[in-house]
């Protein structure tokens, strides 16, 4: 006889609770003792699949009192965790394997994952998520009176400064080359949802910072994508970095910010947007160039995906590399690590305008002057529309909500930011 599928659910996730209380710290079990809990886990989490392909809206309208509550992704995974800890992990587990290096992590997130892939999977739920996630920060709503008085905020990686009805958004992690880590995503989220709400901003710019990095220093860098030191460390979320990043301020830059201020027409508020690349855009930095309106760089400056060398996937770069290069080329940028230099043909794919690196102040003038019109808005909203549909997006991000989990935790993952922390140590 069959059995019910919620008890099963309930006797794996017990099965797997007792093993981690009777085995010693993830980083010090014997093969054969992850050979064990592994095989629990895989079993929890097959169970936990197949209860959530059927039941996944209810268990969201649930959470949400049937849509009328607007979650965000870390309030979601929290709600469901307390309502349904079978399904997620709770929030002491969650907790104590955050102060440890990812290497010895037991793997939560990957019960996060998914969830959120159930959820993201349902045209209802994930449409509603996704709407949700465009709303504006607490922290930037706390902040915006300061911005429209001052025209200036700092925060710990981003520096946001309005001129002349521009809102200049600069990276300034110079300890890190403007590496990203659960910090940076917060900065980012902050800035781009006062860029957006601010009625005086017509157009946003992002740049990078000038660094004191031995081997840069008094040179501006773009981004080197995300921190490995960091991820080594256990400090790269699944919810807070990873997902947060593309379906919050990076989604926000594609589709604008919801606000009481938007125009009857529209249900968010939307501006173009500049990117200027000097030196590199590796990684997430170059993910980012994907959504921009107008992309510049200098002569001497380069871009890459190195996914295969991380053993991460490039964000939503899979989605949207292809359409701006076609798929010959994104396969070489993303599985062989090709490197584009700013200056070959290929770049012109990419680089909307290429200048010399003392140019570039006056590149960034014109292309804010020229994004300025009237027309722009409605026109990027339709070329959006067109090149990445929300219901594509939505489908793309569900099975990117696993996969990334899973490979967060994959050997060589490890392995790789293993060797880096060491090297970079």
């Known amino acids: 006889m069959t059995v019910p599928l919620w008890p099963a659910l309930r006797e794996a996730a017990d099965r797997v609770d007792a093993l981690v209380a009777a085995l010693p710290e993830p980083g010090s079990r014997l093969p054969e003792e992850r050979t064990e809990i592994a095989a629990a886990k895989d079993?929890?989490?097959?169970l936990r699949t197949r209860y959530l392909q059927t039941h996944a809206d209810a268990v969201y309208d649930r959470l949400t009192g049937g849509g009328l509550d607007e979650l965000r992704l870390d309030e979601l995974v929290a709600a469901a965790a307390a309502q349904f800890p079978?399904?997620?992990?709770?929030?002491?587990?969650?907790?104590?394997?955050?102060?440890?290096?990812?290497a010895d992590k037991e793997g939560y997130e990957i019960d996060q994952g998914i969830f959120l892939r159930a959820v993201l999977n349902s045209p209802r739920s994930g449409q509603h998520l996704l709407h949700a996630m465009l709303r504006p920060t607490p922290r930037a709503l706390a902040l915006l009176p300061e911005f429209t008085r001052t025209g200036v905020v700092e925060t710990t990686s981003v520096r946001l400064e309005r001129r002349d009805g521009a809102a200049y958004l600069t990276m300034c992690r110079d300890d890190c080359l403007n590496a990203?880590?659960?910090?940076?995503?917060?900065d980012m989220e902050t800035a781009v949802d006062l860029a957006l709400l601010d009625p005086q901003?017509?157009?946003?710019?992002?740049?990078?910072?000038?660094?004191?990095?031995?081997?840069?220093?008094?040179?501006?860098?773009?981004?080197?994508?995300?921190?490995?030191?960091?991820?080594?460390?256990?400090?790269?979320?699944?919810?807070?970095?990873?997902?947060?990043r593309e379906l919050g301020y990076i989604h926000k830059l594609v589709r604008g910010v919801r606000s009481e201020e938007a125009p009857w027409h529209?249900?968010?508020?939307?501006?173009?947007?500049?990117?200027?690349?000097?030196?590199?855009?590796?990684?997430?930095?170059a993910q980012l160039l994907l959504v921009f309106d107008h992309v510049l760089a200098a002569s001497d400056a380069y871009l890459s995906l190195p996914a295969a060398r991380e053993g991460i996937?490039?964000?939503?770069?899979?989605?949207?590399?292809?359409?701006?290069?076609?798929?010959?080329?994104?396969?070489?940028?993303?599985?062989?690590?090709?490197?584009?230099r700013a200056t070959e043909p290929d770049a012109r794919l990419l680089i909307d305008e290429v200048v010399e690196p003392e140019e570039i102040d006056e590149a960034v003038a014109g292309a804010v002057e020229r994004l300025r019109g009237p027309a722009v808005v409605p026109n990027r909203r339709m070329l959006n529309a067109a090149?990445?549909?929300?219901?594509?997006?939505?489908?793309?991000?569900?099975?990117?909500?696993?996969?990334?989990?899973?490979?967060l935790y994959g050997e060589d993952v490890i392995g790789k930011v293993g060797r880096f922390a060491s090297r970079a140590g």
């Open 313 to 340: 996937v490039p964000g939503a770069a899979n989605l949207r590399l292809g359409r701006h290069t076609g798929p010959r080329i994104s396969r070489q940028i993303i599985l062989q690590g090709r490197r584009i």
């Open 43 to 46: 079993t929890a989490r097959a």
């Open 387 to 407: 090149e990445e549909p929300v219901e594509e997006f939505r489908r793309y991000m569900a099975e990117f909500a696993l996969q990334q989990a899973l490979r």
């Open 266 to 285: 529209s249900r968010t508020v939307e501006k173009p947007w500049v990117a200027a690349v000097e030196t590199f855009a590796i990684g997430g930095g």
């Open 86 to 102: 079978v399904l997620l992990p709770t929030a002491g587990q969650l907790a104590a394997d955050r102060g440890r290096p990812q």
């Open 180 to 186: 990203e880590d659960d910090q940076q995503v917060d």
């Open 201 to 244: 901003v017509k157009v946003g710019v992002l740049r990078g910072g000038t660094m004191t990095h031995p081997r840069y220093r008094g040179r501006r860098v773009f981004s080197a994508g995300i921190n490995l030191k960091s991820l080594h460390a256990g400090d790269i979320s699944l919810v807070g970095f990873l997902l947060r």
